[in-house]
């Protein structure tokens, strides 16, 4: 816009030549503020309208310090360049003050929340366009919410809905809702601000910073919302924590945010839901797909279905990393006879961080409720009985045992001295449980698994060899948490899937877990490293699975040498990793396995936050921060040199295998295909060799004919 073009109406309006310039700017500067709310209202978008609501000349004339009808002579002049405006300046502290200080009262918010849409999306809806242009929505409905932001801090704001009378949807900020049903269908792509309750609101920077936070600083949601209240909740943070310093800080006082309905404060079930519900939307997004949530259940309940489709997503192959291939984890190795042959490794191991679950062994129903004990079948099982386990009296009203073992229980919660011999023996309980953790005191009477305890009037020495008088016994008093999560990865550090363990680390759990992670011949790794190799594969000669026939399960080096016998013949043949020529470069291990300690002690690190979480927001949780951590990892790996690529998904399970088959994707998607094509460095025989002899278990790649 030309200048002349401002000049000549500002000639027309007598009351605006005296203006300062500096006042012009103050009110285009709020003029842009008020502007969603004008578009907002106005029946067609795409010309400001001649006036704006009186309402909103009210906020402008005051925040500017004119009159109001300088405010109509202003808009006359300015509109079309406020209307043509970018919004991209975040607005300053004082603007937003000045602004709220008189759009409060008035219903109106810095950062008011509308529905992106102003015409219906049904399109079998009279009232559906498919453009904004035009609004055909009505009935707004407003009420008050808190807005937390990661730059301009906790923010007063009001959200307003549209319903449309044709066919009865109310159109919210994040989604709409049916009149009759019960769903939040929510709209295509990730908002800019995400409804973490009805009230409360957080926007899509803050909720990333809180997601990378958790990933690389363990944070959990209570210390998230404290971080946020104590310097980010305000753009004022640094002076006021630091008022000695800095000299008294003085805010600006905005009357009708100092008694706003709803907390200015974050707290930890916002940051959580917020993060879930972010986490949601972005899968669905990048699967281009759209949330939906029933409606009518609570904020924590209604998230479960959608969590627990995601989690069953990423059972077995489901990471978005699965496919991943470097230099680290994938060799390609030229044998004696010239012939090029891949060698894939992976690497499993276990982590000692678990959720509460059923007290009885290695059930893996849900609990009850979250505070339960047990599940729903076994708390009618047990809920009445004795807590000792060998006892089938029933437990006396306000006891968890029978009078019987009245004694046991006394002892247990007692917090005198004669109990720390028990609390001893607990502790050894725990670390054969594999709960040993340091940081795990044994004041946290509430959270114990199985207490195997000697009963103290059965014999004054208890330490750990019970003689022959002396009756051990198994009691239920707190709660049980989940053994380990088993881990598989690539050497590189990659992670590639995650199990729960709820029992024991044994063995035949392991070998399910691999083959879930493994599904298809194509998919079988060369090499697996477990420090439990040889029993591994005695499972598997036992049960006669030839799954992992041509995969040289090893130890790695460090476990070889101080867990497993060399004279042993089994171990010497089935773990010894300088057996395999093919896994060693000259002395060396041809993979190197630290990436895997680093990573492990990472998600070791989830312990804390994840230790009283139900589970299937556990598994959503770890399985969004391995997600995320893959990305970082392959990043890396990039940076330094490792050259990251992935595996066509289409050779790994060439086969139904929820992935479509290659001559049907060439036929039905011949652009994704090309690209398959184009990323696969060498040409894959679909078969992948399978073979069997031992010195032979490294897969040939076939290369390319010509
Ligand atoms: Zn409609
Ligand atoms: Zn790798
Ligand atoms: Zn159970
Ligand atoms: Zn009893
Ligand atoms: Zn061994």
Same mark, same amino acid.
């Given at each position: 816009m030309q200048l002349q073009h401002l000049l000549a109406p500002v000639a027309e309006h007598p009351s605006l030549r005296a203006l300062e310039l500096e006042t012009i700017l103050c009110f285009i500067q709020y003029a842009l503020l008020a502007r969603p709310t004008i578009r907002f209202y106005s029946v067609d978008a795409r010309t400001p309208p001649a006036l704006p609501s009186l309402?909103?000349?009210?906020?402008?004339?005051?925040?500017?310090?004119?009159?109001?009808?300088?405010?109509?002579?202003?808009?006359?002049?300015?509109k079309d360049l406020v209307w043509a405006a970018k919004e991209d300046n975040i607005p300053s502290t004082d603007a937003v003050y000045t602004f709220n200080k008189y759009a409060l009262p008035l219903g109106i918010s810095y950062y008011h929340l509308y529905p992106p849409v102003r015409a219906c999306q049904n399109v079998s809806c009279g009232n559906y366009r498919a453009t904004d242009d035009i609004r055909t929505l009505g009935e707004p409905a407003t009420y008050k919410a808190?807005?937390?932001?990661?730059?301009?801090?906790?923010?007063?704001?009001?959200?307003?809905?549209?319903?449309?009378?044709?066919?009865?949807?109310?159109?919210?900020?994040?989604?709409?809702?049916?009149?009759?049903?019960?769903?939040?269908?929510?709209?295509?792509?990730?908002?800019?601000?995400?409804? &973490?309750?009805?009230?409360?609101?957080?926007? %899509?920077?803050?909720?990333?910073?809180?997601?990378?936070?958790?990933?690389?600083?363990w944070l959990s949601?209570? *210390?998230?919302?404290?971080?946020?209240?104590?310097?980010?909740?305000?753009?004022? %943070?640094?002076?006021? *924590?630091?008022?000695?310093?800095?000299?008294?800080?003085?805010?600006?006082?905005?009357?009708? #945010?100092?008694?706003w309905q709803t907390s200015l404060e974050l707290q930890d079930e916002h940051v959580l839901n917020g993060f879930f519900i972010y986490s949601l939307l972005l899968e669905k997004a990048e699967r281009g797909q759209i949330l939906s949530l029933g409606h009518k259940l609570n904020h924590r309940d209604r998230l479960q279905p959608a969590l627990q489709e995601r989690n069953q997503s990423m059972e077995g192959p489901g990471q978005e990393a699965y496919t991943h291939a470097c230099d680290l984890c994938y060799v390609v190795y030229e044998g004696g006879d010239g012939r090029k042959m891949k060698i894939q490794a992976a690497v499993c191991d276990g982590i000692t961080i678990g959720h509460p679950c059923c007290a009885v062994h290695d059930c893996k129903a849900p609990l009850a409720t979250h505070r339960a004990r047990f599940c729903d079948n076994h708390l009618r099982q047990y809920g009445s009985k004795c807590a000792v386990r060998e006892c089938s009296d029933e437990k006396e009203k306000g006891f968890r045992t029978c009078p019987a073992h009245r004694s046991l229980e006394a002892a247990y919660f007692s917090k005198n001295t004669s109990v720390s011999q028990l609390r001893k023996r607990l502790q050894r309980a725990r670390?054969?449980?594999?709960?040993?953790?340091?940081?795990?005191?044994?004041?946290?009477?509430?959270?114990?698994?199985?207490?195997?305890?000697?009963?103290?009037?059965?014999?004054?020495?208890c330490d750990g060899k019970s003689s022959e008088g002396n009756k051990k016994v198994k009691a239920y008093f707190g709660r049980r948490r989940t053994h380990n999560e088993q881990i598989i990865m690539r050497p590189c550090g990659v992670i590639l899937s995650r199990a729960t363990f709820f029992g024991s680390e044994a063995v035949s759990g392991v070998h399910k877990f691999m083959k879930a992670t493994f599904p298809t011949p194509q998919s079988v790794p060369q090499l697996i490293a477990f420090d439990n190799g040889c029993q591994l594969h005695q499972h598997q000669d036992a049960i006669g699975d030839p799954h992992f026939k041509d995969t040289a399960v090893v130890v790695d080096v460090f476990h070889f040498k101080s867990k497993h016998k060399e004279t042993d013949k089994y171990c010497a043949i089935h773990c010894n990793p300088a057996a395999f020529d093919e896994m060693m470069?000259?002395?060396?291990?041809?993979?190197?396995?630290?990436?895997?300690?680093?990573?492990?002690?990472?998600?070791?690190?989830?312990? &804390?936050?994840?230790?009283?979480?139900?589970?299937?927001?556990?598994?959503?949780?770890?399985?969004?921060?391995?997600k995320r951590r893959n990305r970082y990892t392959? #990043?890396?790996?990039?940076?330094?040199?490792?050259?990251?690529w992935e595996v066509p998904a289409a050779a790994l399970f060439p086969t139904d295998y929820g992935f479509r088959k290659e001559p049907e994707l060439a036929e039905q998607d011949p652009v994704l295909y090309h690209e398959i094509l184009r990323l696969r460095p060498l040409r894959w025989s679909m078969g992948l060799a399978l073979l069997s002899r031992m010195s032979d278990f490294v897969a040939q790649l076939a290369l390319p004919a010509d």
């Open positions: 309402a909103v000349q009210l906020v402008l004339a005051q925040c500017t310090g004119v009159s109001v009808e300088t405010t109509k002579a202003l808009w006359d002049v300015f808190s807005l937390f932001t990661l730059r301009s801090g906790a923010l007063p704001v009001y959200s307003t809905s549209l319903y449309c009378s044709k066919c009865n949807r109310r159109y919210h900020h994040n989604y709409f809702v049916h009149a009759k049903s019960d769903v939040q269908e929510y709209y295509a792509g990730v908002p800019n601000v995400i409804q &973490a309750s009805k009230h409360h609101f957080l926007d %899509s920077a803050l909720l990333e910073f809180i997601t990378t936070s958790k990933v690389f600083g949601a209570q *210390n998230c919302a404290r971080i946020y209240n104590m310097s980010l909740s305000s753009p004022l %943070s640094a002076q006021l *924590n630091n008022e000695l310093a800095f000299g008294p800080v003085k805010m600006p006082d905005v009357p009708e #945010q100092r008694h670390s054969h449980y594999g709960f040993s953790h340091g940081e795990e005191s044994d004041e946290d009477e509430g959270e114990e698994v199985i207490v195997e305890a000697i009963l103290p009037n059965t014999g004054p020495d470069d000259g002395d060396k291990w041809r993979f190197n396995t630290s990436a895997c300690e680093q990573c492990n002690s990472w998600l070791s690190g989830y312990q &804390a936050v994840l230790r009283d979480m139900e589970m299937t927001r556990f598994n959503f949780y770890l399985d969004e921060m391995i392959i #990043q890396q790996l990039e940076g330094k040199g490792y050259k990251p």
